[in-house]
């Protein structure tokens, strides 16, 4: 910032933080999923304490199945891309926090753990996103 707190002119607009990529692919993950039938019900739960893990989205289809979803973008599709950085550790912290959560159910419902790939969006496009449904299960395949 300047004198008087104005932006020097021809400064550069902020840059895109990790943090606010990974709420916008959250965002068209959840857009997508509405659009399917699947209706939000949690969204970035945690399990309390340090060493645990975080669901990016909970939502349920129409016939009750409760499914955990892991929403990946990279800004590039290099090293594999936003499917390949979702390995065996992830899952199973993702496994951990969906079974904390359960734990809530009186009745737990049927269960499923999918992964919403969202890729780079170029200007003028929207985000190309890929649901993989059961993308791996809680015995870690």
């Known amino acids: 910032m300047g004198f008087l707190g104005k932006k020097p002119a021809g400064a550069a607009a902020p840059a895109i933080t990790t943090r ?3 709420q916008q692919a959250e965002d068209a993950a959840l857009v997508h999923l509405q659009a399917a039938g699947l209706r939000l019900v949690e969204r970035n739960y945690r399990t309390p304490g340090r060493g645990g893990g975080e669901i990016d989205l909970i939502v349920r289809e129409r016939d009750g199945t409760l499914v955990f979803v892991e929403v990946r973008s990279r800004s590039s599709p290099a090293f594999g891309g936003a499917g390949a950085s979702v390995g065996a550790a ?7 926090a969906a079974r ?3 734990m809530r159910c009186a009745s737990p419902p049927p269960c499923r753990f999918d992964v919403v790939l969202v890729e780079p969006v170029r200007a003028g496009q929207a985000a190309h996103v890929q649901w993989l449904r059961a993308a791996f299960d809680a015995d870690g395949g």
Do not use: A, E, N, S
């Not at 992830?90 to 951990?96: E, Y």
């Open 90 to 96: 992830k899952q199973r912290r993702i496994v951990l």
């Open 100 to 102: 904390h959560y359960l």
């Open 20 to 22: 606010l990529r990974g």
